[in-house]
């Protein structure tokens, strides 16, 4: 669909670039249009009806069956939603508390967001703690919000934790290798020692 | 695109450049042009003070310190021609109520220093992963005594010509986005240097391309 963006595949390009729709000269009579879909990720752009730009500079990366993303050295955090991330709290007011995640406004964390809360038992979390959340609502134009219990109530795995430990910050391109399915770097670390591990993918490790 | 005069050189000096080089800002770079040489800093997206917020864009905001002494006059005029010419190819509603700080320092000036600030820029932005439409390059033509048209002039060219201008360049389609000039000069030799610079940046251009390519030739 896109020209060149498969052949693109692999290499780097740099913000500008750009990749134009190819129209079909002649439509065939007897098979059905099918529509091709292309999913794109960071560091692509829609511009206009036909074009995509390349926003960021970096190695163009493609997932079967249509999805293309760049894959960049990025150190700050941009929150995106259903991303696991691990969060300080600042602020304990009311209703609500308020996390600094490493980006540009800190986010908010309802106290009724946990597993087993209610109005009457609220959770035992106080300022300074280190809490491990989902955002359910990130976008640039909105606060952004994190809870700590998944879509069924559950807290699976989220929630207030690291009475012991230590936080460490750490590049987007490491945590992202140590979250992949089989990921080089976690066996490694595996055979060397035992250890309980808490990975945030706004680029802090516990 | 006008015609250039045989008696002009788009000669540039060697190049340099080097990413991430400073630990704790989210994008650095180093530029170096023959002698001139700067590093650039970027911070950002990052908290914005709610007197300086922008409701639908990031707020950028450049500081430029100079070799010796304390930022003057001549560096805040500087300043918002690198401002103008970066919030005219990054995509600053993208990151609505943020800010993004660039921080360029002068090691060593020898000539075309507006330019070389506007190169260690682009770069340390490309380095930061900030979304940005295009890339852009500062180019810097001397007219001396003899009419003639010197690319990237050293210190001392400067002080000897009549005449002197920095473009910035996009990467698309080659268009002057930003103009400083200083001296006295043509309509026609205007427009000579700007074809001048327009071939210049290509070379600008490709030495960007070489230099992310070699940083990331490790993930191929």
């Known amino acids: ?206 | 695109m006008m015609e250039v005069c045989g008696s002009t050189n788009v000669s540039l000096r060697e190049f340099g450049c080097e990413q991430t080089l400073l630990s704790r800002p989210d994008g650095s770079a180093s530029f170096v042009q023959g002698d001139t040489s700067v590093i650039a800093a970027v911070y950002g997206p990052a908290e914005v003070k709610v007197s300086k917020e922008i409701y639908d864009r990031a707020t950028l905001e450049v500081l430029i310190q100079p070799k010796v002494g304390l930022p003057s006059v001549r560096e805040r005029s500087q300043e918002q021609c690198v401002r103008e010419t970066c919030e005219a190819s990054l995509l600053l509603t993208l990151h609505p109520r943020s800010s993004l700080t660039l921080v360029l320092q002068l090691i060593h000036d020898d000539g075309s220093r507006l330019a070389c600030f506007l190169n260690a820029a682009c770069m340390a932005l490309m380095d930061a992963g900030l979304p940005m439409s295009c890339l852009f390059c500062g180019v810097t033509c001397a007219i001396n005594a003899d009419s003639e048209i010197i690319t990237d002039p050293t210190a001392a060219q400067e002080k000897e010509s009549r005449a002197l201008m920095t473009f910035a360049i996009d990467s698309k389609e080659q268009r002057v986005m930003m103009s400083y000039t200083k001296g006295s000069f043509s309509v026609h030799e205007l427009q000579q240097c700007i074809a001048v610079s327009q071939k210049a940046s290509e070379n600008v251009f490709q030495f960007y391309r070489d230099s992310v390519r070699r940083r990331y030739s490790k993930n191929l």
């Open chain 1, 1 to 206: 669909m896109f020209s060149g963006l498969r052949e693109k595949v692999g290499q780097v390009l740099v913000p500008g670039d750009e990749f134009s729709l190819e129209v079909q000269e002649t439509l065939s009579l007897t098979e059905p249009l099918k529509p091709e879909k292309v999913l794109l990720g960071p560091g692509l752009k829609r511009r206009g009806d036909r074009k995509l730009l390349v926003v960021k500079s970096g190695v163009l990366r493609h997932k079967q069956p249509h999805v293309f993303w760049v894959e960049n050295h990025q150190r700050r955090y941009v929150p995106a939603k259903g991303e696991t991330i691990i969060g300080i709290i600042t602020v304990k007011s009311g209703d609500v508390f308020k996390l600094d995640f490493g980006g540009s406004e800190q986010a908010s964390l309802s106290y009724l967001a946990f597993e087993g809360a209610t109005k009457r038992n609220r959770p035992n979390v106080q300022v300074g703690d280190l809490v491990f959340a989902q955002f359910i609502v990130a976008n640039q134009h909105m606060e952004p919000e994190l809870v700590c219990v998944d879509s069924a109530g559950r807290a699976n795995g989220l929630g207030v934790f690291g009475a012991g430990g230590l936080l460490f910050s750490v590049s987007l391109g490491l945590v992202r290798r140590l979250l992949r399915p089989r990921s080089d770097v976690l066996s490694d670390l595996q055979k060397l020692f035992p250890c309980e591990l808490v990975v945030g993918m706004n680029g802090r490790l516990w």
